[in-house]
């Protein structure tokens, strides 16, 4: 994946600092029992800090965790923040032999448009993906992905510009509880600055950081997160927003890019 994203070029090259998308697994029961009652909780206080910010993000939810929780959904969309999939039920998708997970993205689609919602991304459970899985979404019309990685930029897995399946490398996330229980909030944090703070000295157009609801639901964490939210407003020459904008602004740069070369043709 690495290979494939140095042969392509940055798709937000002509944008200007370092765009940042913030998401969320709501995800609940489906991967941590007895945990929907603080997710669904924990993210509705995240709705209060972003409305209070002005920030947009993206929400990957499991679909029937979604339909459990249909005011949380409509409070997201109000919000002009992005609803994603993050898949039906939580379950590690490329496990599962090719009819049912063909069936599990069809019915994570339909869930979602059952509470009149149109998703077109999608976050793969455990960051576990797949050339099959990737197929599979393309074809029922999702237009990116985001999973855990170490490429440069986005890039395209599939199709041509405008109809295209795009994957997002997720730069951090706040796994780093879930590896080390007794890590201090004060030091998650740091790392949460300092993988921002790279990026933009390295002029990366676009990183991507992760939340999951229920981990960040103990006061300690939450109120860290917090501080993170009100840091990253406040930096110069960043901009926050939820993959399907950071979509648009791709693919609106690669019309311009086509357009040019249109003219450059008809005037040589």
Not at 17 to 25: C, P
Not at 90 to 102: C, F, G, K, S, T
Request: hydrophobic share 40%; aromatic share 8%; net charge positive.
């Amino acid at each position: 994946s690495r290979l494939a994203a140095s042969r392509q070029p940055d798709p937000l090259a002509t944008q200007t600092g370092t765009i940042v998308t913030i998401f969320y697994d709501v995800e609940g029961n489906y991967a941590m029992p007895g945990q929907s009652a603080a997710c669904v909780g924990t993210a509705w206080k995240i709705l209060e800090i972003e409305a209070r910010l002005g920030i947009r993000s993206t929400y990957n939810m499991v679909a029937r965790l979604a339909q459990e929780a249909p005011d949380l959904v409509a409070a997201i969309a109000r919000a002009g923040s992005e609803l994603a999939s993050h898949s039906l039920d939580h379950q590690v998708l490329i496990r599962l032999p090719h009819d049912a997970l063909a069936d599990n993205i069809r019915r994570t689609r339909d869930a979602f448009a059952g509470l009149g919602v149109r998703v077109i991304g999608h976050r793969s459970p455990q960051s576990a993906w797949n050339r099959r899985l990737m197929g599979l979404l393309r074809a029922e019309g999702f237009r990116w992905s985001a999973e855990d990685g170490t490429e440069p930029h986005p890039y395209r897995l599939a199709g041509e510009p405008g109809n295209a399946l795009w994957r997002f490398p997720v730069a951090d996330d706040d796994w780093h509880y879930g590896r080390d229980p007794d890590v201090r909030p004060s030091v998650v944090l740091a790392r949460w600055q300092s993988c921002v703070r790279r990026a933009v000295a390295a002029r990366r157009r676009h990183i991507a950081i992760g939340f999951h609801p229920w981990v960040e639901a103990p006061r300690d964490r939450f109120a860290v997160f917090e501080t993170f939210m009100h840091w990253l407003r406040e930096q110069r020459d960043i901009r926050v927003m939820p993959f399907r904008e950071v979509l648009e602004l791709m693919e609106e740069g690669g019309r311009a890019a086509r357009d040019d070369s249109r003219y450059a043709l008809t005037g040589s």
